[in-house]
T-cell receptor
Framework: QQQVKQSPQSLIVQKGGISIINCAYE??????FPWYQQFPGKGPALLIA?????SEKKEGRFTISFNKSAKQFSLHIMESQPGDSATYFC???????????????FGKGTKLSVIP | SAVISQKPSRDICQRGTSLTIQCQVD?????MFWYRQQPGQSLTLIAT?????????ESGFVIDKFPISRPNLTFSTLTVSNMSPEDSSIYLC???????????????FGPGTRLTVL
């Protein structure tokens, strides 16, 4: 059972445009929602993360929007650049004590291509 | 943040052999995790490794196939045993300090080990 659904699977955006990636989760106990960026041949790197006590978090060109009632969160990349071309993974964790609360459940990933 | 290194970065192995992957963190961490990632796919958690206790394996992964060691707070190893071509994948370790100080304690990943089994 996939607990974090991510869409779209791939995305092509013009340079300067806005890239939007969406995720939906099922487990209402999740309380931590990070986004990771992965370039080919590299490990995932934390991009930005949010907790459900806020509806939006912005860091530079990257913004997470969070809708607790809808159990959805999204990543917005403003003024997308060719250097943003990578695979983006949403994830979620939390909901119990002990080791299980730290385990990340990942979405399937979105391959973003920003064309000049 | 934490800097994580893995050795080897890649290897090509013969069927039936075993490979041990090392993961080194530049600071003490409570939680370490091992993931598998098929090229172009998402990450699948293999096991959680805490210092001083047995690793906890996810469904579909067993200790005999993927033994893990966690001798101290900065190091862990994953062994892929009796390999078959189906084990060809990228293996990633990650680390997190317990105590969920938001924005400071989160899961950081190593660069991965690309394994090809012939």
């Amino acid at each position: 059972q996939q607990q974090v659904k991510q869409s779209p699977q791939s995305l092509i955006v013009q340079k300067g445009g806005i890239s939007i990636i969406n995720c939906a989760y099922e487990n209402t106990a999740f309380d931590y929602f990070p986004w990771y960026q992965q370039f080919p041949g590299k490990g995932p790197a934390l991009l930005i993360a949010i907790r459900p006590d806020v509806s939006e978090k912005k860091e530079g060109r990257f913004t997470i929007s969070f809708n607790k009632s809808a159990k959805q969160f999204s990543l917005h990349i403003m003024e997308s650049q060719p250097g943003d071309s990578a695979t983006y993974f949403c994830a979620a964790s939390g909901g119990s004590s002990g080791a299980g609360s730290y385990q990340l459940t990942f979405g399937k990933g979105t391959k973003l291509s920003v064309i000049p | 943040s934490a800097v994580i290194s893995q050795k080897p970065s890649r290897d090509i192995c013969q069927r039936g052999t075993s490979l041990t992957i090392q993961c080194q963190v530049d600071s003490q961490v409570t939680m370490m995790f091992w993931y598998r990632q098929q090229p172009g796919q998402s990450l699948t958690l293999i096991a959680t490794a805490n210092q001083g206790s047995e690793a906890t394996y996810e469904s579909g992964f067993v200790i005999d196939k993927f033994p893990i060691s966690r001798p101290n707070l900065t190091f862990s190893t994953l062994t892929v045993s009796n390999m078959s071509p189906e084990d060809s994948s990228i293996y990633l370790c990650s680390a997190e300090r317990a105590g969920r100080g938001f924005g400071t304690d989160t899961q950081y990943f190593g660069p991965g080990t690309r394994l090809t089994v012939l």
